[in-house]
Structures are given as structure tokens and as C-alpha cells.
């Protein structure tokens, strides 16, 4: 079993739509989450960080389920713009070991 | 503020040959991080090295691979001799990282090798 797991997609949705994304992750004792996003030939780049009590910035909302290891990633009211790589990061090891999933793509069309 | 340089940005080199990347991570950042990328892949760690020290370079192909990060600043990952299957695209990412928080990884742009 993979480390960090993921739908590697692709999502196609229309503009304005709700879109969700799911992460698994094999270490219980992992200890940080994060999404980046990573457009099309572009390095990654930290989207937001994820806390235990959940978090929400703008149209992105971000949960972690530490009993089931998941995290996921809800975008609401989805932009053209939003279309990208969506990776999901995750300390696997001791000290600071991230450890990114495939990356689920995502196609916002019009 | 200047963001993680990475050099070169594109490599074309013939299976045998080798080759170096080089990178300069943000200024005051203790952790340098080297990844591989292949297409539609996440990326990889290659390795990790916290100031001078390689903390976790579990995964790096230690035959042909080789890296080092001098005077904690700048590092360099090279390869020799390249294989048709090292194509991808190497990336560094830098951090602050203290004590045991995890800080927001930074990566340059990327070096895209091709071997043919």
C-alpha cells in the first residue's frame, strides 16, 4: 500500500460546481497534512494547510478524518482558473518527511 | 525576496553522460529538499538534508546518484551515468523547519532532463 493515495482523476466539472477530492494515508501517527496545487508544467505550490478541526479559506474547505486517515479537499463553486493538479502532502516519517500523493487532476470547463 | 533558483531549467544529455543540477535555496532556510517528478506522478524524495546533514536519502539511487548541499546553502544533485529512465523533471524545495513543525515547502522551477 502506498504511503499517500489518491484519485489521480481526471475530474471534469462545470464552472460553478462543487468538487471534492480524497487522500489516504497509510502512517496513523502522521502528524501534518497539506494540499498543493500544481498547474500544468509549474512547480507545486502550498494551496493550504490542513487542521484537525478542519479548515475553510474562500471556496476551499479542507478536512482531516485521523480515525479513517483521510483528508479531502472541497471546492466550491469551482473557476476555470482552479483547473490544476491538486496533491495532497503528508509528514509519513519522523522529523519532516512529506511525502506527496499522485496528484488528482482537475478540468473546469465552461 | 528571491524564491528557490534552479539551474539549468531544460537538459537534453545521451544515455552514459552525466549531469548536474544546481540550487539555491531561500535565504535563512534550514531544509533542502531534492524530488523527482515524472509525468502524472507525484513528486519523489530523493533526499533531504537539514543544514549540512542528509537526514533521509533512503530513496536515492545511490549507484549512479550522488548530491551534497556545501556550507548548508546551495546544493547540487548529480547523475552518473544517466539511464533513459532518469527523463523527468528534478525539483528542489526549501523550508524553515523548527524543531518538529513542518514549515510550507518552496520549490524552484524545476530541471527538465531528457536522455535519449
Known amino acids: 500500500r502506498k504511503e499517500v493515495e489518491q484519485d489521480p482523476g481526471p475530474f471534469n466539472v462545470p464552472e460553478g460546481a462543487t468538487v471534492a477530492f480524497n487522500c489516504t494515508y497509510s502512517?496513523?501517527?502522521?502528524?501534518?497534512f497539506f494540499w498543493y496545487r500544481q498547474d500544468c508544467r509549474k512547480e507545486p505550490k502550498l494551496l493550504m494547510s490542513?487542521?484537525?478541526s478542519g479548515n475553510e479559506d474562500g471556496r476551499f474547505t479542507a478536512q482531516l478524518n485521523r480515525a479513517s486517515q483521510y483528508i479531502s479537499l472541497l471546492i466550491r463553486d469551482s473557476k476555470l482558473s482552479d483547473s490544476a493538479t491538486y496533491l495532497c502532502?503528508?509528514?509519513?516519517?519522523?522529523?519532516?518527511?512529506?511525502?506527496f500523493g499522485t496528484g488528482t487532476q482537475l478540468k473546469v470547463e465552461l | 525576496e528571491a524564491g528557490v533558483v534552479q539551474s539549468p531549467r531544460y537538459k537534453i544529455i545521451e544515455k552514459k553522460q552525466p549531469v548536474a543540477f544546481w540550487c539555491n535555496p531561500i535565504?535563512?532556510?534550514?531544509?533542502l529538499y531534492w524530488y523527482l517528478q515524472n509525468l502524472g506522478q507525484g513528486p519523489e524524495l530523493l533526499i533531504r538534508?537539514?543544514?549540512?546533514?542528509?537526514?533521509?536519502d533512503s530513496q536515492l539511487p545511490k549507484d549512479r546518484f550522488s548530491a551534497e548541499r556545501l556550507k548548508g546553502v546551495d546544493s547540487t544533485l548529480k547523475i552518473q551515468p544517466a539511464e533513459l529512465g532518469d527523463s523527468a523533471v528534478y525539483l528542489c524545495?526549501?523550508?524553515?523547519?523548527?524543531?518538529?513543525?513542518?514549515?510550507?515547502?518552496?520549490f524552484g522551477e524545476g530541471s527538465r532532463l531528457t536522455v535519449l
Open positions: 524545495a526549501s523550508s524553515l523547519v523548527l524543531g518538529s513543525v513542518t514549515g510550507e515547502l518552496f
Open positions: 502512517n496513523s501517527a502522521s502528524q501534518s
Open positions: 490542513v487542521y484537525s
Open positions: 502532502v503528508v509528514n509519513t516519517g519522523g522529523g519532516n518527511k512529506l511525502t
Open positions: 535565504s535563512g532556510h534550514n531544509t
Open positions: 538534508y537539514e543544514n549540512e546533514e542528509a537526514v533521509d
